[in-house]
């Protein structure tokens, strides 16, 4: 299973980027999680979209800057990240979960797509 993650960019503090994550229909209708690892940090949860669509988790240092959303029609999950800061700078991965709820905890993850980097200037 082959999850392609883009959208990753240097980018200013204070703009916007929307990461995509791109897999095979069948996978990404279950819950997705979007990850990210700084240098020299372990790699954390984002934020996640259960496979029901009820449940939605993000860290809570981008609670209210980014969204997770998914389209089924283009066998795509989105991460639209706002307001980004400098410490949001990191490479990010998009990953399926294994359950139907959402966790950012790394050890859920089934499936790890690539990684797309997100470098915030200040």
């Known amino acids: 299973v082959q999850l392609q993650a883009s959208g990753g960019g240097l980018v200013q503090a204070g703009d916007s980027v929307r990461l995509s994550c791109v897999g095979p229909g069948f996978t990404l209708e279950n819950t997705v999680g979007w990850f990210r690892q700084a240098p020299g940090k372990e790699r954390e949860g984002v934020s996640c979209?259960?496979?029901?669509?009820?449940?939605?988790y993000y860290v809570d240092d981008t609670k209210g800057r980014f969204t997770i959303s998914r389209d089924k029609s283009k066998n795509s999950v989105y991460l639209q990240m706002n307001s980004l800061k400098p410490e949001d700078t990191a490479v990010y991965f998009c990953a399926t979960l294994r359950g139907a709820y959402c966790s950012g905890d790394p050890h859920f993850v089934y499936t790890w797509g690539q990684g797309t980097l997100v470098t915030v200037s200040s």
């Open positions: 979209i259960s496979k029901s669509e009820d449940t939605t």
